[in-house]
C-alpha cells in the first residue's frame, strides 16, 4: 500500500520563527489533507490540498503532486501552534479513506 | 466549526464490558469514519460509511462494530471489552463533493483495565 512519511519528526520552535514540514507519499494521490491535533487530541483540518498552493493565515500549504510531496509552512510562529500535524492522503477513487502519516509533534516555546 | 459529537470523551470500564462510543454530526454529510489512534502515534482507519445501511471495515483490523441507521448517527460498539482496546476513538465525517474535507468529533479516551 501507499507509504505516507512525514518529517521531521519532531521539531522545536522559538516563537515568532518559521517552519516548513513536509509529506511524502509513494503513490498518486487524488486527495491529501493536513490537520492540525491540539494537546487535547481534538483535530483540526487545515488544507484540502491535492495539488497547489493554498494559504490561510499564517499557514500555507503546496503540494506537487507530480513529484509526490506537500509542504506546510508555518509563518511567525506561535505557543497556540504547538501540536502535531499531520499528512493524510487517498489513493483512489471517492471513498475518502484516509491513509495518514506519523506526524510531525511541534513545540513552540515562548 | 464543524458539528461532530463523540460521547463519553472519556470511559475507564472493566473487562468483558459491552460498550457503545456515540457519534453524531448535524451537517448532513454522507460520509463517517471511525478510526484509531495509540498515543503519540498516527491514525488508522477502523471503519466507514457511505450513508444510512452502508458500513464497511477499514484497514485496521478491529473487534468493533458499527451501525448506521441514521444520517447523523455513527455509534461503535465492543461487545466484549479488553485491555488491548485500550486507545483513542475519533469519528470524523465529510460530504460527498468535490473536497471531501473531513471533520473530526473531540474523541473518545477509552481505557479496558
Known amino acids: 500500500g501507499i507509504q505516507v512519511e512525514q518529517s521531521p519528526p519532531d521539531l522545536i520552535l522559538q516563537e515568532g520563527a518559521n517552519s516548513t514540514l513536509r509529506c511524502n507519499f509513494s503513490d498518486s494521490v487524488n486527495n491529501l489533507q493536513w490537520f492540525h491535533q491540539n494537546p487535547w487530541g481534538q483535530l483540526i483540518n487545515l488544507f484540502y490540498i491535492p495539488s497547489g498552493t493554498k494559504q490561510n493565515g499564517r499557514l500555507s500549504a503546496t503540494t506537487v503532486a507530480t513529484e509526490r510531496y506537500s509542504l506546510l509552512y508555518i509563518s511567525s510562529s506561535q505557543t497556540t501552534d504547538s501540536g502535531v500535524y499531520f499528512c493524510?492522503?487517498?489513493?483512489?477513487?471517492?471513498?475518502?479513506?484516509?491513509?495518514f502519516g506519523q506526524g510531525t509533534t511541534l513545540q513552540v516555546k515562548p | 466549526e464543524a458539528d461532530i459529537y463523540q460521547t463519553p470523551r472519556y470511559l475507564v470500564i472493566g473487562t468483558g464490558k459491552k460498550i457503545t462510543l456515540e457519534c453524531s454530526q448535524t451537517m448532513g454529510h454522507d460520509k463517517m469514519y471511525w478510526y484509531q489512534q495509540d498515543p503519540g502515534m498516527e491514525l488508522h482507519l477502523i471503519h466507514y460509511s457511505y450513508g444510512v445501511n452502508s458500513t464497511e471495515k477499514g484497514d485496521l483490523s478491529s473487534e468493533s462494530t458499527v451501525s448506521r441507521i441514521r444520517t447523523e448517527h455513527f455509534p461503535l460498539t465492543l461487545e466484549s471489552a479488553r485491555p488491548s482496546h485500550t486507545s483513542q476513538y475519533l469519528c470524523?465525517?465529510?460530504?460527498?463533493?468535490?473536497?471531501?474535507?473531513?471533520?473530526f468529533g473531540p474523541g473518545t479516551r477509552l481505557t479496558v483495565l
Open positions: 493524510a492522503v487517498e489513493v483512489s477513487g471517492n471513498t475518502g479513506k484516509l491513509i
Open positions: 470524523a465525517s465529510s460530504e460527498r463533493v468535490i473536497t471531501d474535507t473531513q471533520y
